[in-house]
C-alpha cells in the first residue's frame, strides 16, 4: 500500500534560517503529492501541492518538487519565520484512480527561535 | 479559498453515551467527505470516506457500528461516536471535497473529543 515517510522531528531553527523537510514515498501509479500545515489549536491547511512529475508547488516562500525518480518531495524555505512554527504534512492521493483519502506521513514540528 | 466548519469545536461526554459531530462545507458542495483521526503528536488516520447519498466506506479495523457517518446533503456530513468509551478520545478531523473546489481537499478544523 502507499505510505509516506518524513524526517522526525521536532526540527528548531532560528529565524531567517534556511528549512528542509525531506519526505519520500511509497505508491504505484501517479500519486499527487501535498504539504499541509497545521498550526497549534488549527486545523490542516493546504501548503502546496504538485500533481505530476517535475512539478514544483510553491507557496508563502515555501516550495518543493515532485521528484519521481527519487520518490521525493522536500520542502523548502529560505528564511523561516517565527510564525511558521506549525506541524508540517507531506501526503499523497490517487487523483489518477480516483483514490481521494490522503495518505499522510507522521508530520514534522518546526520550531523557528527569534 | 473553500471553507470547512466542524461543530462542535470541544467535546467532553461521559463513558457509554453518544456523541454527534457535524461537517459541512460552507461555500462548495462536497461530493465527497473524509473523517479521520488523530492521536496526539500524531499523523492523521483515515477512518472512512463518504460520497452524498450512498453508505460510507469504512478503512480496514474502523467498526461501522461504532462510528455511524451520514452524508445526507451535498454539505453536510455526521460522525457519530456510539457508547462511546475513554478510548475514542482523540481529534476528529473532517475533509471535504467537491466539483466546486475543484480536486484539492479542505480541511475542517476538527473536533477534540474527551471521553470521562
Given at each position: 500500500g502507499d505510505s509516506v515517510t518524513q524526517m522526525e522531528g521536532p526540527v528548531t531553527l532560528s529565524e531567517e534560517a534556511f528549512l528542509t523537510i525531506n519526505c519520500t514515498y511509497t505508491a504505484t501509479g501517479y500519486p499527487s503529492l501535498f504539504w499541509y500545515v497545521q498550526y497549534p489549536g488549527e486545523g490542516l491547511q493546504l501548503l502546496l501541492k504538485a500533481t505530476k512529475a517535475d512539478d514544483k508547488g510553491s507557496n508563502k516562500g515555501f516550495e518543493a518538487t515532485y521528484r519521481k525518480e527519487t520518490t521525493s518531495f522536500h520542502l523548502e524555505k529560505g528564511s523561516v519565520q517565527v510564525s511558521d512554527s506549525a506541524v508540517y504534512f507531506c501526503a499523497l492521493n490517487h487523483m489518477d484512480t480516483g483514490r481521494r483519502a490522503l495518505t499522510f506521513g507522521s508530520g514534522t514540528r518546526l520550531q523557528v527561535q527569534p | 479559498g473553500a471553507v470547512v466548519s466542524q461543530h462542535p469545536s470541544r467535546v467532553i461526554c461521559k463513558s457509554g453515551t453518544s456523541v454527534k459531530i457535524e461537517c459541512r462545507s460552507l461555500d462548495f458542495q462536497a461530493t465527497t467527505m473524509f473523517w479521520y483521526r488523530q492521536f496526539p503528536k500524531q499523523s492523521l488516520m483515515l477512518m472512512a470516506t463518504s460520497n452524498e447519498g450512498s453508505k460510507a466506506t469504512y478503512e480496514q479495523g474502523v467498526e461501522k457500528d461504532k462510528f455511524l457517518i451520514n452524508h445526507?446533503?451535498?454539505t453536510l456530513s455526521t460522525l457519530t461516536v456510539t457508547?462511546?468509551?475513554?478510548?475514542?478520545s482523540s481529534f476528529y478531523i473532517c475533509s471535504a471535497r467537491g466539483t466546486g473546489a475543484g480536486e484539492t481537499q479542505y480541511f475542517g478544523p476538527g473536533t477534540r473529543l474527551l471521553v470521562l
Open positions: - | 445526507a446533503s451535498l457508547s462511546a468509551h475513554p478510548e475514542d
